[in-house]
């Protein structure tokens, strides 16, 4: 008896074994000791009862299905089925197989996840992807790796932070430590008796310089903390103060070589790797014309500036450099443009006949004889007609045997007169009219614009036309004395140099027809996104002057706040056109209520119109600070 055949592993189980070879790493099985190993295998096989024809197609289908279920991506559910098939048909190798590389692939993906997860600074939902993938394979090696103490790296963060220092600390600037609380001062005496009691009050001691000279001086001042008072009473002096210590202040006149000999001073470098040499150049010209810096100095190889400046000054820069290199907010522009042509043609009424023809009935007989001769030949030696008929009874014979057709007979309403004088009245037939004819062409153009903070965003759709500005002309024919006398194939040089037209080159300039939407976004404080909007539409008028084309523009510019998501609609008519026909009797067709009895009224209706939705969404917001800090500045000569 033929053993079955057992299935093999699909495709897809195939691909993840391969794929697998490069992510993980099996481990070795440990080769089991002379008689130890084997022969327990054995005995377990032995001892196993075999399974039976149920179990086996059972496990056939749970097979089949956890390769479904892998196809949709379902490893848990794939890695289900391939154990449920090993459970009942442990003598197939590849159903634990397939159950092993499913686990696998789970656990390759949860790791894989997992760095994704760290990578966005989501460390909790790392250490949770990975505590999963461990309680799948615990001897995994790959998920030993990422489960290290090592800490995770830090998520992206847009502002700007300060680089790790390592080693000793700099120092930083000396400052002083004055009392804390406020005094009062009425105090009249020597200026520097005046400085010593003020600074006094407050713990700090004062060390003058020789430049300080001896002036009158009265103060005084009620309830104010050390910062206020030492500030107005060297302003007052002309002096200023540089700390020495924590508790000593250097006092000295304030003069410009002064400043420069003794203002204290730090470094700072400031790294904008992001910018280019141009933009670098800019910031350094700043910084040395509005912060008053001397000599800052610009690396463009590393991106950074060096500035030496008094702390308060090195504030400024910084406030002032964060908010420039923040930048400002961006705004994603969503337009939607719709373009409906509506073409709508209607004809309704009768038309009764506008004209009566009379005619001749012997003469309109004789001519369909004689047109048919052949025919009445051949009925006449028949005996279908007798030979001595008249041409109408002729005439009448063939049109009812069906051989001949006679329109002016059909259009024939009445015969009048009588032998040779007989006639016929004609009449065309009356025709009611009944249709109409509509069409709509819509069409949609989708496009999506990212805006800087008062930049502004130019959307274009149509074509470029060109138009003709001028013409210019050259290439006047040269006299040559030296051809007089000279022939190619018997005609004379000159001759043919004077049958050289001249070179017209024409001046081209190409214009935008169509639609030219121009959005400058603002983010205001509030939230809210007011956009300025500049629309314009144009077309060629269908004239013409000098031979340049003329053209027909319409423009809309107005500005418009709406919410983050929020849509503003504009819609513009660019056509319409409405015609109205009427054919029928003339007076009576012209009455009201006429028309559609007595004549046929056709009316033509075509309107093209043009709506624009615009969305807004803030896809990076400024800095939602109002002001920056106050920052006080010495005017030269102020009191």
């Known amino acids: 008896m033929a053993s079955k055949p057992q299935p093999r592993a699909p495709l897809a189980i195939q691909m993840i074994a391969f794929a697998m070879t490069g992510v993980s ?297 964060a908010d420039l290199i923040d930048g400002g907010g961006e705004v994603l522009l969503d337009i939607n443009l719709y373009s409906v042509d509506r073409t709508r043609q209607r004809s309704i009424g009768i038309q009764f006949p506008q004209q009566i023809g009379f005619y001749s009935v012997e003469s309109a007989a004789h001519d369909l004889v004689t047109a048919n001769q052949s025919l009445v030949n051949q009925a006449i030696s028949q005996g279908l007609i007798p030979a001595n008929a008249s041409d109408i009874t002729i005439a009448l014979a063939l049109i009812s045997s069906g051989l001949v057709q006679s329109t002016l007979l059909s259009s024939t309403i009445g015969l009048f007169g009588g032998g040779l004088t007989l006639g016929g009245v004609t009449m065309p037939p009356t025709n009611l009219h009944l249709a109409l004819s509509s069409s709509d062409t819509r069409a949609l153009d989708n496009i999506q614009l990212r805006v800087g903070y008062k930049q502004t965003g130019t959307f274009r759709a149509g074509t470029r036309y060109p138009v003709t500005t001028g013409i210019y002309s050259s290439g006047a024919t040269p006299t040559v004395s030296q051809l007089a006398g000279v022939t190619i194939n018997g005609i004379s040089a000159t001759s043919l140099l004077s049958q050289v037209s001249s070179v017209s080159v024409p001046q081209i300039q190409y214009e935008d027809l169509g639609l030219t939407l121009k959005a400058t976004p603002v983010v205001q404080r509030s939230g809210r996104i007011a956009m300025h909007l500049d629309l314009k539409i144009e077309a060629l008028a269908g004239t013409s002057l000098n031979n340049i084309p003329i053209l027909a523009s319409r423009q809309y510019v107005s500005d418009v706040t709406v919410r983050d998501g929020e849509t503003a609609l504009i819609a513009s008519s660019l056509t319409k056109q409405e015609s109205a026909a009427v054919n029928g009797l003339p007076g009576l067709g012209e009455l009201p209520g006429f028309q559609t009895v007595t004549a046929i009224k056709t009316t033509d209706s075509d309107t093209s119109e043009l709506v624009l939705l615009i969305t807004p969404h803030v896809v990076r917001h400024r800095g939602n600070t109002a002001a920056g800090p106050r920052i006080a500045l010495n005017l030269p000569g102020s009191d």
């Open 25 to 321: 790493t099996l481990v070795p099985a440990q080769t089991p000791a002379p008689g130890t190993g084997s022969t327990q295998q054995a005995v377990a096989s032995s001892s196993r009862p075999a399974p039976g024809k149920r179990q086996i197609a059972a496990a056939e289908d749970a097979y089949l299905a956890g390769a479904r279920l892998l196809d949709r991506n379902d490893l848990a559910g794939a890695e289900a089925r391939f154990e449920k098939a090993a459970t009942l048909n442990p003598d197939n190798q590849d159903y634990a197989l397939a159950a092993s590389l499913a686990r696998e692939h789970r656990v390759t993906e949860l790791v894989q996840q997992a760095g994704k997860a760290r990578l966005l600074g989501e460390s909790k939902k790392a250490e949770a992807l990975l505590a999963a993938a461990r309680a799948l394979d615990p001897q995994n090696s790959i998920v030993a790796q990422h489960l290290s103490s090592s800490p995770a790296p830090p998520a992206f963060n847009p502002e700007i932070q300060s680089l790790p220092q390592h080693g000793p600390a700099i120092a930083g600037p000396v400052r002083l430590m004055p009392g804390p609380g406020t005094s009062s001062f009425n105090i009249r005496g020597d200026s520097r008796d005046v400085v010593r009691q003020v600074m006094a009050a407050y713990g700090i001691r004062a060390v003058f310089d020789d430049s300080v000279q001896r002036q009158d001086l009265r103060f005084d001042l009620d309830d104010s903390h050390y910062q206020q008072a030492t500030q107005i009473v060297l302003k007052m002096a002309g002096l200023f103060a540089v700390p020495l210590d924590p508790h000593s202040a250097l006092v000295i006149k304030d003069t410009t070589e002064n400043r420069q000999r003794f203002e204290r001073q730090l470094q700072e470098t400031i790294y904008i790797p992001s910018l280019t040499p141009e933009q670098m150049s800019e910031l350094s010209n700043m910084v040395r014309t509005v912060f008053d810096v001397k000599q800052p100095t610009v690396l463009n190889g590393s991106g950074t500036l060096l500035i030496r400046a008094p702390e308060e000054t090195l504030n400024a820069v910084n406030v002032t450099l």
